[in-house]
């Protein structure tokens, strides 16, 4: 089955610990994301890539960074500086290049701190 | 910069009655796509619908349509034949287009909780 995979589910950070946040996707894309979900407030992207070895900062950046070693995988380091790290993690992916194509999203995964 | 508002934050709807979600927008592009998604309790998002803001027909899926007035920058999504399973939080989403194909982000709304009553 093609799709995208996220994990853990669940994610526990003590205080000054970095976390990383993995996302796998099968489907052949070029471009894949990382959103942040807080209740009441949708999804802010933190950071984007829309090809290997190339990323971007996304409107939430301070606190994250991101590796784009390969094509299929795009992991989230929560740091130490990112002082409000609770929330819902979504990792999306779509065709990119020129096509504008729809995002498609991860099942998620929630990081509590503890 | 963009936009994205939803206005409403809950509804509720009768089981097999028709309902309307609401979204507002704010952007200067001329080119651009707007999308429902779908956040059931699971959290997974799901794509409900995609409209291309060139094409003045109106995009529908099954029992989903949406009502796109570019020139009032609305774009609200209607639901037919409401099903229990449609309960779930429904976020509106811009994305500009980029001739480059470079900074393809989504800008979300804040979305809003439909409740489907049996």
């Known amino acids: 089955d093609g799709g995208i995979t996220q994990s853990p589910k669940y994610l526990f950070r003590k205080e000054g610990q970095n976390v990383t946040l993995s996302c796998e996707q099968n489907l052949n894309h070029d471009a894949m994301y990382w959103y942040r979900q807080d209740p009441g407030q949708g999804l802010r992207l933190i950071y984007y890539s829309q090809i290997v070895n190339d990323f971007q900062k996304g409107d939430i950046a301070e606190g994250y960074s991101v590796s784009r070693e390969k094509k299929e995988s795009f992991p989230l380091t929560v740091t130490s500086a990112q002082k409000n790290p609770t929330a819902f993690y979504l990792c999306?992916?779509?065709?990119?290049?020129?096509?504008?194509?729809?995002?498609?999203f991860g099942p998620g995964t929630r990081l509590l701190v503890l | 910069a963009q936009t994205v508002t939803q206005s409403q934050p809950e509804m509720s709807v009768q089981e097999a009655e028709t309902v309307t979600l609401s979204c507002t927008y704010d952007?200067?592009?001329?080119?651009?796509?707007l999308f429902w998604y779908k956040q059931p309790p699971s959290r997974q998002m799901i794509l409900v619908i995609r409209q291309e803001a060139y094409k003045q027909q109106n995009a529908t899926e099954n029992r989903f349509s949406v009502n796109f007035q570019k020139a009032a920058k609305s774009f609200s999504l209607k639901i037919s034949d409401s099903q229990l399973g449609d309960t779930a939080m429904y976020f509106c989403a811009f994305m500009k287009h980029s001739y480059t194909g470079a900074n393809s982000k989504l800008t979300f709304g804040k979305g809003i909780t439909l409740s489907v009553r049996p």
């Open positions: 999306a992916s779509s065709i990119g290049g020129l096509a504008q194509e729809t995002q498609y």
């Open positions: 952007t200067s592009e001329s080119n651009y796509y």
